[in-house]
């Protein structure tokens, strides 16, 4: 047998091994109509919630209760929304929108959208581009078993912007690849950091959305169905980390996560033929 075709059967069957724990979903609220497509979150200083949507809606973010409702709409100036997927915020307050959907993997103008604090209280906050590709990906789109660089997944630590790319390999490899690149405006090539397996399953182990907590010592990654909760890991390598598997027993489309506090996940999804378009709560032990 072929030694790597050996190594990753070796990989699938030692994360098919691990534990999976049961999570329990906690519904707060439900968004309106207008907020179908919730695709990314994140949480400011003052507890507030901010949410955006995906490709086919506005260029504005959204500030929302723990009841779904919206108390806030900005639209951003200088920032289209081809495809916004995730959203993160530094300790300054400046936050960041992941423009970086890529579902055929054919997109050359990859930007994650800056939104400096003191805009944040203006109609139309203005927004900084931070423009990157990765040094990897040589074809758009490449062939299908190198579909690596769709991308949902958005935290920011350390002056740094840390990306989880969404698998779309066939066949599936169940991999995500980690880069960052800096948290300033300009063009980069972004910082290959490691390929992490997350679990051979394409329904279930494709990385929606990823968040870091307060105290930096647990990464979220957000999946359809489940959360993969990242620890023990030294900065910037979080290939070796030990991970913990909960299943949250939904069939929505989940694709939006946040950390409330260190021990506390939002979670919201989209709306689809299951139900959806609701905000929850998942409490960690």
Request: hydrophobic letters at 35%; aromatic letters at 10%.
């Amino acid at each position: 047998m072929n030694k790597l075709v050996l190594a990753f059967l070796l990989i699938v069957a030692q994360a098919c091994a691990q534990k999976t724990y049961l999570g329990e979903l906690d519904q707060l609220g439900k968004f309106p109509s207008k907020l179908k497509e919730v695709s990314g979150m994140e949480i400011d200083k003052e507890s507030k919630i901010w949410v955006i949507e995906d490709s086919g809606n506005k260029d504005n973010i959204y500030r929302a209760d723990k009841d779904g409702n919206i108390q806030e709409s900005l639209e951003i100036d200088h920032a289209k929304n081809k495809d916004w997927e995730d959203l993160t915020m530094d300790a300054n307050g400046n936050l960041y929108i992941g423009d970086f959907g890529n579902n055929k993997n054919a997109r050359e103008d990859l930007v994650i959208y800056k939104v400096p604090n003191d805009e944040m209280d203006k109609k139309k906050p203005n927004a900084d581009k931070i423009e990157f590709r990765y040094p990897q990906q040589k074809d758009f789109p490449p062939k299908k078993d190198s579909l690596y660089f769709d991308t949902e997944g958005l935290f920011h630590l350390d002056d740094h912007l840390y990306i989880f790319t969404k698998n779309r390999t066939r066949p599936y490899s169940g991999k995500t690849l980690i880069y960052r690149v800096p948290d300033t405006e300009g063009e980069y090539e972004a910082e290959f950091l490691g390929a992490l397996f997350l679990c051979a399953d394409q329904d279930h182990c494709s990385v929606t959305s990823a968040d870091i907590s307060p105290d930096g010592k647990t990464i979220a990654l957000l999946t359809y169905g489940f959360v993969f909760l990242l620890t023990d890991y030294n900065t910037p390598d979080f290939t070796k980390s030990s991970i913990r598997i909960i299943d949250l027993q939904t069939n929505t489309q989940v694709e939006s996560i946040c950390f409330y506090d260190n021990g506390t996940l939002l979670i919201a999804d989209e709306e689809n033929h299951y139900g959806g378009r609701k905000l929850y709560e998942l409490k960690l032990d």
